[in-house]
């Protein structure tokens, strides 16, 4: 694996993601939705197109610049967002790569996800069980897509450095915490693994949790 199609670099997860990939030698394109996030990726190394998920047009244009072994991720959400990209950005994207030989994608969701929706608390869907279930339909979708597909559930989303730690469940009832930058190896992990194919994972950090709780 040399390169890494990425949707959701702007902040957060997805640019840990950027970063931990850049540093290992993996050459990375990615779509953002804020220009503000350019200078920095492109610091790092990151060929940026700057895009909507939610245009077709635009998928088309970031892929067309990525050579056809790569392989693609996305840690794309709607905080923050007028318009939920969750689902709709998802299946456009899934669609695209479908029509590409682009065949091995790693989609990051979160925990409260498709099965694991019975185990989210009250407040928790009050808060944020909108983008739970758009997320839980883009799931749907990539399982009947024809891609190598991974899912990956993580815990609540900490700032940190790698901790080597992070642990793959596939029980549905998880609860925990797990930094930005474990996840983003984990990802890494994911996709050198072509026995993670075709299935769906939730993640936390017991050490981080543990610590984070004293």
Known sequence: MDSVILFGASRGLGFEVARYLCAIGIEVHA?????ESVAALEEMGVNVVVGDALDREQI?????????????????????????????????????????NIRRFVMVTSLGCGDSWQYLSDKAKAVFGKSVREKSLAESWLATSQLDYTILRPGGLQDGEVT??????????????????????????????????????????????????K
């Open 60 to 100: 088309k244009s970031l892929l067309d610049l990525s050579p056809d072994n790569a392989v693609a991720v996305s840690t794309m959400g709607s905080f923050q967002t007028d318009i939920p990209v969750d689902y709709i950005g998802h299946r456009l994207v899934i669609d695209e790569l479908e029509q590409r």
């Open 31 to 35: 779509m953002v939705r804020k220009s």
């Open 164 to 213: 080597e730690q992070g642990e793959l469940y596939t029980d549905s009832e998880i609860h925990g915490l797990i930094t930005r930058s474990e996840v983003a190896r984990m990802i890494y992990q994911l996709l050198c693994d072509d026995s993670t194919i075709g299935k769906v994972y939730a993640c936390v950090d017991p050490v981080f949790t543990n610590n984070i709780n």
